[in-house]
C-alpha cells in the first residue's frame, strides 16, 4: 500500500560515477523540480513532458547552485511509476548527489523505500507482475549476469515470451473452443492427434524455459562447489592457484585442512561459492573424523565437485571410493600435480557430459585457466539454450503447472473423451502462464474465433 | 407468482411473434431454455408443443456442450403463447404504446401511453426488444419500425434519457423470407431432425407436431459476385448505418467481406411453420437492395426460381448499457425499474427470456421483502449471462450466449439444469408441485444408481468376457466393480446392461446423469476445485457504501470503473475490464482492514 505522497531516490549505484540520476515520483514532482531547478538566461522553468532541459540545481533557501545537470520531466501516466516522475542527471560523486536528493527532501518529497518506486509502476498497471519481480530481483543480483538476466525479464522478456507461449495456447483452444460453439459451420477443424501434436509442442517450450529457472539460479545465487580429494593430494594448492592468493596453509603433511575453507570466485560471470575440505580417508584421529564427516556433507550439497588425485602416484582404493560414492554428481577430476612424472593416464577415466578429466599443476599453474573453464562448461551446461531465463521460483512452479496441465490434454484427446474436458485442461494450463504475467482472463477466445473462423448461420 | 401483473404491448396479436429465425435453442441457448424450464419458465414447453424438428447438436461431443436445438411453427408458438398469458390469473393484458415512465424520488411509479392512459404499479419492467427508436435499413432505403410490419417506438428511449440513462445503438438483420413452392429441393441435401425427437422440457409429455425436414444449399462464386458488385448499395458499406452488428450472426455480405478466400457459404432451408409455404433461408441475411436480393436469392441452387415474399433487412435500435443495472436487473437509477432483453444489448430469444424471468422473479422477490435471486456463474448459464451483461456490458455487439462463456461448463449441463435449479424455482413459487415432485423422484433415482453401481461388481469369468465380447469391448482381467467399468471411455450404461442384465432399471435421463457422473468425475472435481477457489471471491462482498477514495494506490479510472459498476463482490469487481489484479489487491486489503477496525 502507499501513500499518494512524493517519493524521491538516487537511482544509481553509490559509489563514484561520471553521472548519476534522482528520481522523483508523485504528485509534487513537477512543483518540487520547478523549485529548484534553474534553466540558463533565466528562462521560464515551464517543463514540457519527455523533454530534456539543461540548466542547475540550486538550494531555493540560498539560491546557491549545486550542479549543472540535465532535468526531465515525465507526465503520467507514460512514466516509469506511472505518476508524475522528474530525473535529474547530476555528476557522479557521493557527496554532490546527496545534497541534490537533501534539497529535494527539504522541498516536501519523502526518501523512497527499497523497491517503491518499482512498487507504485506495479500498483500503477505500469509494469506486469513478472516485471515487478525481476525488478526486484535485479536489485538483489549479486553479480553481472544476475543482473543482467533479471534486467531481460524486467524489460519485459520472460512477460513478452510468456504472452507468446499464451497466443499459441489460445489458437490451440480457439480451435477447441469454436468446434464446440458452432458445430454447424464449415469450420476446418485440427484433427484429434494433429491437436495433441501441436500441444505437445507447446509444452515442450514451455518446459525448456521452466528447466531454465535451475541455470538462471545457478547465476543469481552462485553455484557451489566442493575440492575433495585424498589427504595431500593438493586441494588447498588448487584453491589458492583458482584464487589466485595464499588463502589457505598449504603443508606437505597429509591431514592439514581440518575444517571447511568457503571462498568466492567469478567463472565468467557465473558467481561460484567454492569449498576446500579436509583430505578424505578412514581415520582414527577424532579430530580428522570430523574433519572428514564435514567433507562429505559439503560434497553432498555441492552443485559441481572438483575431486583432486595425485597424478605422480598410482590411483589408490580411496581415491576409487570417493569417484564412486560421487555417483552421478557433475564432477571434474583435476589429475595434480603434473608437473611431476605421471602416473594415472587420464586416458583411463570414463568421460561424459557429467564426468571431465583435466591435469593442472597448482604449484607452476598449468592447466588452472582449463580448469576454470571445464568448471564452468560442466554446471552450465545446457543442451539448447532457453530463449529465456527464468528466475524466479513462482514463474517457474506456474510453468510446471502449465505444462502439466497440457500433458493432461493430451492424454484427454488419447483416451478419447470429448473435447470440452480437453479444454478444461488447455485452460488450466492458461491460467498458469497468466498467473505468471499477473493478468486476468478475458474473452480473448471468442474474440478469436469470429476474428479466423466464419461464423454465423 | 401471485401478482396482480399488466402486460402492456404494442400487438397483442404479436405476442410470442419470432421476428428473426423461428427456432429455439442451440448450443449455449439450448442450455438457457432448460435452465429456464426448471425454474418454471414457459419456453420449453411451448416449443416442445409446437416444434416441427428437434435436433440434439453437438452428439459427437461431451455431455457438456450437447445442445437442443428445435424449429418452431411460428404461428402456433405464437398463439400458444397468447394462450398461457389469457389464462393466467392476475394477468392483465392490454395494447398499447408506452412512451413515458412515471417516476418520483429515484423511484418508479408506473407507466404513460401514447394516448396519455396512465398506469400505475411498484414495479415496472422494459423489455422493449429491437423496438427503441428502430430504423429498418434495406439499400438506402430506411423507415421507421420495430420490426416489419409493426410500429417503433419514440418516446421510451428520450424518457429514459431524461432520468439520466446512457443510450446506445445496435444493430441486427434478418434473412428474406422465400415461397416454398418455388423452391427445386430436388437436389438439394435434406437434414432430418433426430429420430425420436427430444422434447426441451423436463416435464414434458413429448413432442406433438407433425416432423418436418429442413434442406441445404451453398452460395456460389457468382452470389458473391453479385454481392460484391451492389456492395455500394447496402446501408453497411454506404456508411449509413454505423453500429455495429454481430460478428457471430453476420450478414452475407459481411461474410464475403470478412472471409474473402471462403468460396461459398452454407444455407439452411427451414419452414417457418406446417401450414405455411414461407420458408427461413437461414444464413441469408441482407439489407442489401431488393432487387439485389432478388438476383442474389436466384444465384443459389435450388433457388433459380424462387420467389422472395418478404425482404431482408437490418434494423438499427436503442439499447440501455447493461452495466447501468444491478445483478437483480434492477436499475441502478430508478428504484423498481427493471431492464431485461434487447434493451441490455443482447440477442436471441433465450437470452431474452432468461432475463425476462429472472427480472420478473426478483421484482416479485423485492416486493416481499426478500433477497434478489442472483445466480453465481457456477450456478447457471443464467448466472454467466448476466454477471457478463452488468459487469462487462455489452461492448458494441449484440450479446449472445456461448458455452464457451461459462468457466464451468462441465457443472452446467443441459441435462442436470433440473437438478441445479428445481429446489429453487419451487422455493421462489415459481415451479409447480408436479415439476417439484419430478425434480426429487429423479435425484433419488440418481443416488440409488450411483450406490448400486458401487455395490456390485462384475466377475472375470468366460459368460462376462463372452457378453463384453459381444458388444466388441475388450475383456476383464480381475473382478470389476460396475462404477469402476463404467469409466472405461468406451463403455456406456446401455453397454453395462448387455452385460450385467440384472441392473435396475432407470430412465434415460437417470442414466445419462449417472453417466456422466461416473465417467467424468475427474473433471467434474477438479471443475468443483476451481469453483471453490473462485467462490472465495464471489463470498467477499462488497458493501454498498464503500467509498473507493479511502482505498490509495488505486487510479482513478479503476476508483471510475468501480463506483459505475458498483460490484457485489471482490469476485465480480475483478471481472470488470480494465481492473488491474493490483487494485483488486489494495481492495481486498482495504476490506481486510475496515473490517477489523
Ligand atoms: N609438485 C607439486 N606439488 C604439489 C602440487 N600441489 C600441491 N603440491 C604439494 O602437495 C602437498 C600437499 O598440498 P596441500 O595443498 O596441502 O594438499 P591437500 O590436499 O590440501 O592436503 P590436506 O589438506 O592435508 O588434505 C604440499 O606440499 C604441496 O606443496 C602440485 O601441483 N605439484
Ligand atoms: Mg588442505
Redesign the interface.
Known sequence: ????DTIAAIATPPGEGGLAVVRISGPDAEKIARQIFLRPNGRDNQLRSHTLYHGRICDPKNLQSIDEVLLTMMRKPRSYT?EDVVEVHCHGGNFLVRQILTVILTQGARQAEAGEFTKRA????RID?AQAEAVLDLIRAQTAKGAQLALSQASGELSKYVGELREELLDILVQV?A????????IELLQRHHLAQKITALADKINLIAASYDWGRLFREGAKVCICGRPNVGKSSLLNALLGTHRVIVTPVPGTTRDVIEETLTLDGLPVVIWDTAGIRDTDDQVEKLGVELSRQHLEKADALIVVLDGSVKLTADDRALLHSAGAKKLVMAINKSDLPLVIDPGLFETGEHRRVVRTSALSGTGINELKKTLRELIVGCPIEPPVTVTNLRHRSELVRSADGLQRAVDTLD???????A??DL??AREALEEII???S??D??ER??SSF???? | MGCTTLMMTLNLDHIGQMSCNPAIGGIGKGHLVKEIDALGGEMARAIDETGIQFRILNTKKGPAVRASRAQADKALYRMRMKRVLENCPGLMLRQGSVEALIVEDGQIKGVETQIGECFFGRKVILTTGTFLKGLIHIGDRNYSAGRAGDFAVHGLSESLVGLGFKVGRLKTGTCPRLDSRTIDYSELAVQDGDEPPQPFSFSSHGVVQRQVPCHITYTNSRTHDIIRSAIHRSPMYSGVIKSRGPRYCPSIEDKIYRFADKDRHQIFLEPEGLDTVEVYPNGLSTSLPLDVQVEMVRSIKGLEQAEIMRHGYAIEYDFFEPTQLYSSLETKLVKGLYHAGQINGTTGYEEAAAQGIMAGINAVLSLRGEEALVFSRDQAYIGVLIDDLVTKGTDSEPYRMFTSRAEYRLLLREDNADLRLSAIGHRIGLAGEAEYQRYQGKKAAIDDLIQYLDDNQLNADGETNARLESIGKGPLHNPTKLSQLLRRPEISLSDIRVIYPDMINCSRDVDSQVEVTIKYQGYVNRQNDIVERFQKMEDVRLPEDIDYSQISGISREVREKLLRIQPRSLGQAARISGVTPAAITLLSFYLKKRKSA
Open positions: 500500500m502507499y501513500q499518494e506511472g506495479f500498483l500503477n498497471g507482475l473452443e468446434a464446440i460453439d458452432f458445430p454447424e459451420e464449415e483416451r478419447g473423451l470429448p473435447p470440452e474436458l479444454a478444461i485452460s488450466d499477473g493478468m486476468v478475458n474473452d477466445i471468442l474465433i469470429f466464419c461464423i454465423g448461420k
